[in-house]
T-cell receptor, first 111, second 115 residues
Framework: SQKIEQNSEALNIQEGKTATLTCNYT??????LQWYRQDPGRGPVFLLL?????KEKRKERLKVTFDTTLKQSLFHITASQPADSATYLC??????????FGAGTRLTVKP | DSGVTQTPKHLITATGQRVTLRCSPR?????VYWYQQSLDQGLQFLIQ???????AKGNILERFSAQQFPDLHSELNLSSLELGDSALYFC??????????????FGEGSWLTVV
């Protein structure tokens, strides 16, 4: 069956450090992968999309990598700030382009 | 503000009852998705509609049903409610992006509490 696994339920880091979150998937052949941010009680908000033919994508302090051989995406937040504290979700398109999400990693950035 | 509107924001109802959640997608978006998020589970995909037709089905119970109307708004009907149905229900919408990517925009959710 198709699975999306985000390895860490929670990640605590110190302000200014780089946060690295992992997303692994099985039984998908995704054309693209997305990352979303979710704050408590709010809807997820789109951050970045990376296509299967792209190795890396950047947006300000965010960087995403996509390795279709390893079936893995890494999401990095550099120079992290307490305001980056949230749950980060990776998402893959299913066979009908329906979007399915991993369980998320709760990031806490301590001042 | 994502442009996706969900009503009601909060709803408390008794077991066995039926409720309807409503969603208005972003202007121009043809695809609507419903997700369920409970405290002990992540975002669970329920169902997707595209331009009025069911496109994909996820872990949606038989007690639940949905539809998308000609004006593209969507409703999620939950019947014979059980305590375990208490959750945050999200609607999301997107333009059918195909291989170019399909970013999803979420509403703020409808909190359902079954007592």
């Amino acid at each position: 069956s198709q699975k999306i696994e985000q390895n860490s339920e929670a990640l605590n880091i110190q302000e200014g450090k780089t946060a690295t979150l992992t997303c692994n998937y099985t039984n998908y052949s995704p054309a693209y992968l997305q990352w979303y941010r979710q704050d408590p009680g709010r809807g997820p908000v789109f951050l970045l999309l990376i296509r299967e033919n792209e190795k890396e994508k950047r947006k300000e302090r965010l960087k995403v990598t996509f390795d279709t051989t390893l079936k893995q995406s890494l999401f990095h937040i550099t120079a992290s700030q307490p305001a980056d504290s949230a749950t980060y979700l990776c998402a893959l398109a299913g066979n009908n382009n329906d979007m399915r999400f991993g369980a998320g990693t709760r990031l806490t950035v301590k001042p | 503000d994502s442009g996706v509107t969900q009503t009601p924001k909060h709803l408390i109802t008794a077991t066995g009852q039926r409720v309807t959640l409503r969603c208005s997608p972003r202007s121009g978006d043809l695809s609507v998705y419903w997700y369920q998020q409970s405290l002990d589970q992540g975002l669970q995909f329920l169902i997707q509609y595209y331009n009025g037709e069911e496109r994909a089905k996820g872990n949606i119970l038989e007690r639940f049903s949905a539809q998308q109307f000609p004006d593209l708004h969507s409703e999620l009907n939950l019947s014979s409610l059980e305590l375990g149905d208490s959750a945050l229900y999200f609607c999301a919408s997107s333009v059918w992006g195909g291989i170019s990517g399909n970013t999803i925009y979420f509403g703020e959710g409808s909190w359902l509490t079954v007592v």
